[in-house]
């Protein structure tokens, strides 16, 4: 096999045991602290991601993608439906785009 | 041989596990938007470091993770070694361990259900299970399936037609994933302390990223706010 093809295994195998380390991990009867921490992990986490992946290229962009954010957000909150708070989100941005503004 | 409770009620309640999958595949599709050019623009990537089409088609296959994929091509492209590859692969997905700790402790999976749901535990699947299929497998295993299948897809098509796609970052479509996580992010922050939670991992997340490399970024910010949080007395209400 080549030097690419052993490569890309070993990425395979480095992704595929940091994902099933944790559910390897006997955690049915955690309670206390220990749980309340695994019930944060995910609002932490996705609120981490946003940070990373939310800022533009420039000011001006960053601004129209929190705009974006804004919409998608508020949408969740009254339609509770993730596809259409998605969607409309990124046409808001889009269409800013569209317009030259962004 | 008597078996496991879990193992013997699934499968008698095959229809629930087939609504549940489905659901999970359907909850997926607004993502597809932002994992059709996403995958497609890995591709071309990939075939533009030197890779063939096979191998760019075969990290998708094994790896299937967008993040480190992107971030070993353009290693590959600037020369680096297979170490360096590995080493920033396990960065990159290093808070996929997160992942498996919160869903081993909210859903029922054993066996082999357990191994197989290691491949499809994503942010995107991991995110949309958090907020619509706790305590599903058949859920998350809908919801892995469905970005499996559209991710390897678009990849085959970059690949392919690497020298006619545009880059989605061009076109803006890469604000679908930090929109997705917000959208599954709001339902969740029901009271004060979660909402300090989020507020301190993202702006952690946001300064960490401009000094450490984004995956150790989001995973020392999100598991400092996490436990700092869990310490925090309650005020508002139980946690949920």
């Known amino acids: 096999m080549s030097e690419v093809a052993w490569t890309i295994l070993a990425m395979s195998g480095v992704t595929y045991a940091t994902r099933l380390w944790g559910l390897l991990l006997p955690g049915a009867r955690v309670r206390g602290y220990p749980r309340r921490v695994l019930d944060l992990v995910p609002v932490a986490v996705f609120a981490a991601l946003v940070a990373q992946g939310l800022p533009g290229a420039g000011p001006v962009d960053s601004a129209w993608r929190a705009v974006a954010a804004a919409v998608t957000i508020t949408l969740a909150v009254r339609t509770r439906s993730l596809g259409v708070a998605l969607l409309l989100g990124l046409a808001t941005y889009l269409a800013v785009r569209a317009a030259g503004i962004a | ?240």
Do not use: K
Request: glycine content about 12%; charged content about 15%; cysteine-free.
């Open chain 2, 1 to 240: 041989m008597t078996r496991p409770a879990a193992d013997a009620a699934e499968p008698a309640r095959p229809e629930r596990a087939r609504g549940a999958f489905f659901e999970g595949f359907r909850a997926m599709l607004p993502l597809w938007v932002g994992v059709v050019p996403f995958g497609a623009a890995y591709a071309v990537t990939a075939r533009a470091a030197g890779l063939g089409v096979l191998e760019t088609q075969s990290m998708s296959l094994l790896v299937f993770a967008g993040g480190a994929q992107f971030a070993a091509v353009g290693l590959w492209a600037a020369g680096a070694g297979p170490a360096t590859l590995v080493s920033a692969t396990l960065l990159v997905n290093l808070r996929h361990v997160l992942y498996g700790v919160v869903v081993g402790t909210t859903t029922h999976l054993r066996g082999w259900r357990r191994w197989a749901a290691a491949h499809l535990l994503t942010d995107e699947a991991f995110g949309m299970h958090v907020a619509h299929g706790r305590g599903r497998p058949a859920f998350l295993f809908g919801a892995g399936t469905s970005l499996y299948l559209v991710w390897n897809l678009a990849t085959l098509v970059g690949a392919v037609l690497a020298r006619t796609l545009p880059d989605p970052r061009e076109i803006g479509l890469d604000l679908v994933f930090p929109l997705a996580f917000v959208a599954l992010l709001v339902p969740l922050l029901g009271d004060r302390r979660r909402v300090a939670v989020a507020m301190a991992a993202g702006f952690g997340a946001w300064w960490l990223g401009t000094v450490a490399a984004p995956g150790v970024a989001i995973v020392v910010a999100a598991a400092a706010a996490a436990l700092a949080g869990a310490a925090v007395p309650e005020r508002s209400g139980p946690v949920r």
